[in-house]
T-cell receptor
Framework: GQNIDQPTEMTATEGAIVQINCTYQ??????LFWYQQHAGEAPTFLSY????GLEEKGRFSSFLSRSKGYSYLLLKELQMKDSASYLC??????????FGKGTTLSVSS | GAVVSQHPSWVICKSGTSVKIECRSL??????MFWYRQFPKQSLMLMAT?????????EQGVEKDKFLINHASLTLSTLTVTSAHPEDSSFYIC????????????FGDGTRLSIL
């Protein structure tokens, strides 16, 4: 079957580093997306990993291990504005994305 | 780049009304558009996928006669919720993609639909 798991909630303080994990089980896997969604708003694209390894984009990095069905999003130098829900989505070849339920990150001062 | 505009952003209407939501890709041609529904603190649930000029593909459990989708051009898709009832109240979000499935989906700002 298809399954995407990620923690429901996480908390961190400004300036810290946080890692949001995502495990997936899906057929025809063709990469993994991370999106950020602020409350009441639509998701915005953060990253896409199709090969194993780490992709770095400024304060955000994303990692993928296809053999382990595992990905993480790493956020460095946290800011208050990073408080949001982070959605992990598995890309199935030829079909649409399968989204996880999202991880709500709360950043405090 | 990759801006998707969704309109209206908020709709409140009476039960039995039909509501049309528009999704436009402003600076790119969207070969594929997607319609999602999201309940509070829940994940995005895909309702249907539409390709320009062809009929939409609906996910299991989504009534195609209830949720009419038209993808008339490479920049516009519409979702019409016909004879809406309170249980149709939700946050509806569209996304658009150009190219294949390895390209990211770009989301509109969503439409909050409240049926009284």
């Amino acid at each position: 079957g298809q399954n995407i798991d990620q923690p429901t909630e996480m908390t961190a303080t400004e300036g810290a580093i946080v890692q949001i994990n995502c495990t997936y089980q899906t057929s025809g896997f063709n990469g993994l997306f991370w999106y950020q969604q602020h409350a009441g708003e639509a998701p915005t694209f953060l990253s896409y990993n199709v090969l194993d390894g780490l992709e770095e984009k400024g304060r955000f990095s994303s990692f993928l291990s296809r053999s382990k069905g595992y990905s993480y999003l790493l956020l460095k130098e946290l800011q208050m504005k990073d408080s949001a829900s982070y959605l992990c989505a598995a890309n199935q070849a030829g079909t649409a994305l399968i989204f996880g339920k999202g991880t709500t990150l709360s950043v405090s001062s | 780049g990759a801006v998707v505009s969704q309109h209206p952003s908020w709709v409140i209407c009476k039960s039995g009304t039909s509501v049309k939501i528009e999704c436009r890709s402003l600076d790119f041609q969207a070969t594929t558009m997607f319609w999602y529904r999201q309940f509070p603190k829940q994940s995005l649930m895909l309702m249907a996928t539409s390709n320009e000029g062809s009929k939409a593909t609906y996910e299991q459990g989504v009534e195609k006669d209830k949720f009419l989708i038209n993808h008339a051009s490479l920049t516009l898709s519409t979702l019409t919720v016909t004879s809406a009832h309170p249980e149709d109240s939700s946050f509806y979000i569209c996304s658009a993609r150009t190219g294949g499935s390895n390209q990211p989906q770009h989301f509109g700002d969503g439409t909050r639909l409240s049926i009284l």
